[in-house]
């Protein structure tokens, strides 16, 4: 059965701090790893990876993928009050021949920043 | 990018009854996911919904408890049926769609949810 596993769970910080948030994956048909911000309801979509040691930036977030280890890390430098959200990865599966696939999400790890 | 409109946004119902929630898309997709977030966990997929055929149902989900309904490319309904309490959750629609050089990276989007509770 696919996995996807993050940790932690929960993290709470100071703004200004640095954070590495984690996500570990046993997928049959890996085609990417994606990174979401929920916030309310609906994900926001933050990166996706397909190569593994290629970082992804976007301001303060960065995020790199390890195929070998099967792993991925977000980092969030200098954190603010407004990163305070779940950050859900998801890891996108192909299935069969008939070339569907699906998204299979990890339980998300609740960071809040306190000012 | 793309955009779903999903509705409604929150319901409050009662126990035994039905909830359908709606989700539509500003351009034609062939799958439609539906997930279920209960309070404190991660999405859950609860089907696959595919234009012109059945859904595909996870582990754990039936058809009669979830129907779905895909009558064009661009919409689709889930039931929500004989609710009890512990389907009080949140509901999100979403699809995928092939970006980038050669189609070959596949973002996925989101409605705006449903936030189901059931007394």
């Known amino acids: 059965e696919d996995k996807v596993v993050q940790s932690p769970l929960s993290l709470v910080v100071h703004e200004g701090d640095t954070v590495t948030l984690n996500c570990s994956y046993e997928?049959?048909?890996?085609?990417?790893l994606l990174w979401y911000k929920q916030e309310k309801k609906a994900p926001t979509f933050l990166f996706m990876l397909?190569?593994?040691?290629i970082e992804k930036k976007s301001g303060r977030l960065s995020s790199i993928l390890d195929k070998k280890e099967l792993f991925s890390i977000l980092n969030i430098t200098a954190t603010q009050t407004g990163d305070s959200a779940v950050y859900l990865c998801?890891?996108?599966?192909?299935?069969?021949?008939?070339?569907?696939?699906?998204?299979?999400f990890g339980k998300g790890t609740k960071l809040t920043v306190n000012p | 990018s793309a955009v779903i409109s999903q509705k409604p946004s929150r319901d409050i119902c009662q126990r035994g009854t039905s909830l359908t929630i709606q989700c539509q898309v500003d351009?034609?997709?062939?799958?439609m996911f539906w997930y279920r977030q209960q309070p404190g966990q991660s999405l859950t997929l609860i089907a696959t919904?595919?234009?012109?055929?059945?859904?595909?149902?996870e582990s754990g989900f039936v058809i009669d408890k979830f129907p779905i309904s895909r009558p064009n490319l661009t919409f689709s309904t889930l039931t929500v049926s004989n609710m009890s309490p512990e389907d009080s959750s949140i509901y999100l629609c979403?699809?995928?769609?092939?970006?980038?050089?050669?189609?070959?990276?596949?973002?996925?989007?989101f409605g705006q949810g449903t936030r189901l509770t059931v007394v």
């Open positions: 979403s699809v995928l769609r092939r970006m980038g050089v050669k189609a070959m990276n596949t973002e996925a989007f």
């Open positions: 997928v049959t048909n890996f085609r990417s």
């Open positions: 397909t190569s593994s040691g």
């Open positions: 998801a890891v996108d599966v192909y299935e069969g021949q008939g070339g569907s696939e699906k998204l299979v």
């Open positions: 351009s034609q997709v062939t799958m």
């Open positions: 919904a595919n234009q012109g055929s059945e859904a595909t149902y």
